[in-house]
């Protein structure tokens, strides 16, 4: 998903965005290339679906870290 797409399915505005990956409470973007970067639909999922249970900012940022070290098993 690129940008405007995760902004619109978590509601979020781009700089909300991009602070909550400073936070560690969202996983940072796949770059693709030098001017492309893009996030898994199904960790946007992951996220967004922990948000509506009620997940606080501490189980989110294990999510994040969980789904980032799932990448590096996944090439």
Request: charged letters at 30%; one cysteine or more.
């Amino acid at each position: 998903m690129k940008t405007p797409d995760v902004c619109a399915a978590t509601g979020m505005k781009r700089p909300t965005l991009y602070e909550h990956m400073a936070k560690g409470l969202f996983p940072r973007p796949i770059k693709l290339a030098p001017k492309l970067a893009t996030w898994p639909k199904d960790e946007v999922a992951k996220i967004n679906a922990a948000r509506i249970a009620g997940a606080d900012d501490e189980a989110i940022k294990a999510l994040v870290i969980e789904l980032t070290e799932a990448r590096k098993s996944a090439v």
